[in-house]
């Protein structure tokens, strides 16, 4: 139950302050000094953008009826972000006597497209920090912080998608919908496994958990702006 109510406020959040969804996600965390890996989905959600020309950046705050990222001419160049994940972990009979552990994640991040040079922009560095939410049926729910020191978003460069006219899209603005991420995330304050009813023999304290997390997602600020 409370992990719906977090499911459910997190959803209201980003409906609030984006009315429109800027990225949907797949993606798999991997296995902690613990449970894992992880697989399941993300929502993003961009919330202020930064253009390449000043009098189109825009915030969107709760009640704004108009997506923080519609462009209109201009392009992106930087932006923050709201993310929220919904991951799982399956049988594995070393924690949770094998039952199915869910992760919740809410993380604020920054992304930065480094290079401005429209044949070589096909990558945005990003970083974050956000709040954890691991449940099962067979422990009580634990929680806490993560960081995000280095999150990498690869995607068509602006010359591959093609010169666009005011109004129009991209001519190859398809091009432009998959986005492959690669992320380092670590959990400062470690996790003690017995908190995930670790089997007999398997229980332990680790200090600092870093971890790798992949991504696969279609951006729908492609099909969104004009």
């Not at 994640?105 to 070589?120: A, G, K, M, Q």
């Not at 200090?207 to 992949?214: I, K």
Request: net charge neutral.
């Amino acid at each position: 139950m409370r992990r719906l109510s977090i499911i459910a406020l997190c959803c209201l959040v980003l409906q609030l302050i984006v009315p429109t969804p800027a990225q949907a996600w797949w993606e798999r965390i991997e296995e902690w000094s613990g449970p894992g890996p992880f697989n399941g989905w993300m929502l993003s959600g961009r919330l202020v953008c930064f253009t390449t020309e000043d009098e189109q950046s825009h915030i969107a705050a709760g009640g704004v009826l108009y997506s923080a990222c519609r462009l209109k001419g201009g392009k992106r160049r930087a932006s923050i972000d709201l993310d929220m994940g919904f991951l799982w972990a399956d049988d594995n009979p070393k924690f949770a006597n094998g039952q199915r552990i869910s992760l919740t994640t809410l993380e604020p991040s920054f992304s930065w497209r480094v290079i401005d040079n429209p044949d070589w922009d096909f990558f945005d560095y990003g970083l974050g920090a956000g709040l954890y939410w691991v449940s099962s049926k067979a422990f009580p729910s634990v929680r806490g912080t993560f960081l995000e020191p280095v999150r990498l978003d690869f995607h068509a460069t602006t010359t591959m998608l093609g010169d666009k006219k005011p109004g129009e899209r991209s001519p190859r603005w398809w091009l432009g919908l998959p986005v492959f991420r690669f992320g380092l995330m670590v959990f400062p304050a470690g996790h003690d496994t017995s908190a995930f009813a670790a089997s007999p023999g398997t229980a332990q304290r680790i200090s600092r958990d870093w971890v790798r997390s992949y991504g696969i997602f279609v951006d729908l600020e492609q099909l969104l702006n004009k």
